[in-house]
């Protein structure tokens, strides 16, 4: 039997949205559902494995608006993708 249980994930501050196959504890497994991506897409940036697995670049923090605090949070769990800063566990 095929299972189809998946979550949708919904950034806390930002209107992102994702889709994901397994979430535990420092451990997100993304997917991409275009059938859901468009239902959604009208009303959130509903983000792809593409965009997700990007490689963190700190260039880009310092150019954003985060606070001090989400900086340092960034500088203490040392995230290695995009997904894990939109999506993370440590909030």
Same mark, same amino acid.
């Given at each position: 039997?095929?299972?189809?249980?998946?979550?949708?994930?919904?950034?806390?501050?930002?209107?992102?949205?994702? %889709?994901?196959?397994?979430?535990?504890?420092?451990?997100?497994?993304?997917?991409? $559902?275009?059938?859901?991506?468009?239902?959604?897409?009208?009303?959130? +940036?509903?983000?792809?494995?593409?965009?997700?697995?990007?490689?963190? $670049? +700190?260039?880009?923090?310092? +150019?954003?608006?985060?606070?001090?605090?989400?900086?340092?949070?960034?500088?203490?769990?040392?995230?290695?993708? &995009?997904?894990?800063? &939109? %999506? $993370?566990?440590?909030?």
């Amino acid at each position: 039997m095929l299972n189809d249980e998946f979550y949708i994930l919904l950034n806390e501050y930002y209107p992102y949205l994702a %889709f994901a196959s397994v979430v535990e504890f420092g451990n997100i497994q993304f997917i991409d $559902n275009p059938t859901l991506c468009a239902s959604f897409s009208p009303y959130y +940036q509903v983000l792809g494995t593409k965009e997700l697995h990007a490689p963190f $670049n +700190q260039d880009l923090v310092n +150019q954003s608006e985060l606070n001090d605090a989400e900086k340092k949070q960034l500088q203490y769990w040392k995230p290695e993708t &995009i997904g894990q800063i &939109i %999506f $993370n566990y440590w909030d």
